[in-house]
């Protein structure tokens, strides 16, 4: 891991370690609805998918929240000006059919 936080740091990416808050990830998360999430974000343009995704890495990586959580994949779909409401409906519900 302290390969990957030096290539991150490189570019400006922060890997929290174990003994920082947001490190010492100790589970695996189903990730299927947040890549569903992605692939609506494509849909809506702009770039947004690639934002979304940088956001996801962040909040997964250096604040350590669950990439499998409704509530985090919606609140971090909103702070790249996705309209949340809209991608917890559409984009995590719909394709969940």
Known sequence: MKTSAARGAQ?????SMADEPGGGRSRIYNTFDAHRLLHWAELQGAGKQKALKEALFTAYFT???????HDVLARVAGEVGLDAARARDSGLRRLRR
């Open 63 to 69: 604040d350590g929240q669950s990439p499998g959580s």
């Open 11 to 15: 570019v400006g990416f922060k890997f």
